[in-house]
């Protein structure tokens, strides 16, 4: 196990970039896979509210909706989806990567984490992983964005190797743990820790 003396060079050497990147938003040789069907393919007037969203978030996902159980989440992310990318933001008018998954956390798991996506990473909330294999829904998955940082990025795996995040190109939105760009930079999951005492 580290030691807190080990750790704390890294968490405030990324303190001050909480989800920088150095990706450029255009002109950029990989983009982030963003699914976006159209939204009348779910609306339907035999479905409530929720199951439209199941239904909508199953079809970006590629899996059975059915598979999806966790309504909560998935109202949440439909709530958050495309708010724009705001260094530092924590509301509705702009959001950076580690306050998106800082709330995510808060308000659908109700598991406090730190702020920024170094220290999400180092918390004792959060046991990191390397094997993809065991990835499960509501994982954080944890980049290296920015040269020369351990940790710059966070996001929430969903499914199919799919994950929610807050990118500085698309806001909040869907990517592909596959996408060329995300596989280089791709550093741990960590699996979140309900009762932590």
């Known amino acids: ?20 990147s150095s990706r450029k938003s255009t002109h950029n040789k990989y983009e982030t896979i963003i699914v976006k069907p159209p939204k009348p393919a779910y609306e339907s007037p035999g479905l409530s509210t929720d199951q439209q969203i199941i239904l909508k978030y199953a079809t970006f996902l ?8 966790n309504t909560e989440l998935y109202r949440f992310i ?7 990318y705001k260094y530092g933001g924590n509301d509705e008018k702009g959001i950076d990567c580690s306050g998106f998954v800082q709330r995510l956390l808060n308000d659908v798991y109700k598991i406090p984490v730190p702020r920024t996506s170094a220290q999400q990473f180092f918390t004792k909330n959060v046991e990191p992983f390397h ?10 998955l944890f980049f290296r964005t920015v040269p020369g940082q351990p940790i710059s990025h966070v996001g929430l795996y969903l499914h199919n190797r799919m994950f929610i995040n807050a990118s500085t190109s698309s806001g909040v939105s869907l990517a592909n743990l596959d996408d060329p760009y995300w596989k ?4 741990a ?8 005492r």
Request: hydrophobic share 45%; with cysteine.
């Open 184 to 187: 280089k930079r791709f550093v």
């Open 131 to 140: 094997d993809d294999h065991y990835f499960a829904e509501g994982d954080l």
């Open 62 to 69: 590629k899996t059975p909706p059915d598979s999806l159980t």
């Open 78 to 84: 439909d709530k958050w989806m495309y708010t724009p």
């Open 189 to 196: 999951a960590g699996r979140v820790k309900a009762n932590i």
């Open 1 to 20: 196990m580290l030691k807190s003396a080990i750790i704390t060079l890294p968490i405030i050497l990324v303190m001050a970039s909480a989800c920088g």
